[in-house]
């Protein structure tokens, strides 16, 4: 690049930077954070002193990487191509309005529910350890019911978001296309 006079003005720190590493300086710094935090994890869960069984847990963290990678993820890549499929089969022409598209309203509920079964699982079908009614004095909750109220208020909300996101877009057309109209 020349200045003036002809002399060459390099690049903004930021520019170079996001050319040679691919994203800003923020991006690495959060991720180093996060790989921190990992280790830190990590390095608890196989202490002696809270795990004597370190290569049980081991195990259960390649399994579940194993089964994620392997099963989990096309079975749901797989079911985000059919809903593309169908939503473009039965939307009407034109719909969703421009940059409002459903499928993220859909996903985010969806995964966050999904955590929610993956980690209480074993209470939402209704399995209590043997000893819990003894140990605690209480029987076990309505796993299932809080469960299945927390999805429906997950996707209650993102609907909502969804219809206030679609309102808007359909407002900014309808003014749009005024403004074109009026002489």
Do not use: C
């Amino acid at each position: 690049m020349a200045g003036v006079g002809g002399t060459a003005v390099p690049p903004p720190r930021e520019g170079r930077w996001r050319r040679r590493y691919g994203a800003s300086p923020t991006h690495l710094l959060l991720h180093l954070v996060g790989i921190g935090l990992a280790a830190l994890a990590l390095r608890q869960a196989f202490d002696p002193r809270y795990s004597s069984t370190a290569l049980n847990l081991a195990g259960w963290l390649l399994g579940g990487a194993l089964l994620h990678d392997l099963v989990l993820l096309p079975g749901y890549v797989a079911l985000d191509r059919g809903l593309r499929q169908v939503g473009t089969a039965i939307r009407p022409r034109g719909w969703p309005p421009a940059g409002v598209p459903f499928r993220g309203h859909l996903r985010v509920p969806a995964a966050i529910a999904g955590a929610a079964l993956l980690v209480y699982l074993p209470a939402v079908l209704g399995r209590a350890p043997r000893g819990r009614l003894l140990s605690t004095g209480y029987s076990l909750p309505d796993y299932a019911g809080r469960w299945l109220m927390l999805a429906a208020g997950l996707l209650a909300l993102s609907a909502l978001v969804y219809a206030t996101r679609v309102a808007r877009a359909l407002r900014v057309a309808r003014a749009g296309a005024r403004r074109r109209s009026s002489p």
